[in-house]
C-alpha cells in the first residue's frame, strides 16, 4: 500500500498571494496570518509575492496570471465577501468560488481559497484572527501541504 501525505514546510517552496483590498480590515488580517504561518514553517520572504487585486470578484484573473508564471509551488487567494441588503453577496462568493475552483482543478499546482464569506463584520473579524482563528493562516497550512503533496504525487 501506498499512502500519500504532503508535509507542512514551506521550505524551497515559492508562494504567490492573491489578496482583495475590499474589506482590507479583513484581508489585511488574513495576510499577516497567511504570511506568519509560511514564515514559521520555513518559506523565505524572498519567495512570496503578494498582488493586491480591488475586489473578490478579481482574484481569479490575477491568479491565472500568477499560474502562467509557472514559478510558484501553490498560490493562495485571500479575501472578504460579506453579506449585504443586496444579493451582490450570492452572487461575488458564488462566481469568487466558482473561479477559483476551477483554476484549482486545472492547475498542476494548488490553489487554495482562503476567502472568508460571512453575513457580518463581527463573524469575518472572528475568522480574521480572533475566536475562530486565521482564516489566511489555515490557507498558508493548506498551501504548503498541498505543494508538498502535489510534488510527492509526480
Known sequence: ????????????????IVVSRHNELITRRLLDGALDALLRHGAREEDIEIAWVPGGFEIPAVVSKMLKKKKFSAVICLGAVLRGATPHYELISGQLARGISTLAIGSDIPVVFGVVTADTLEQAIERAGTKAGNRGWDAAISAMEMANLYSELK
Do not use: P, V
Not at 500500500?1 to 504567490?16: A, D, Q, R, S
Open 1 to 16: 500500500m501506498k499512502i500519500y501525505k504532503g508535509k507542512i514546510t514551506g521550505e524551497g517552496l515559492k508562494f504567490g
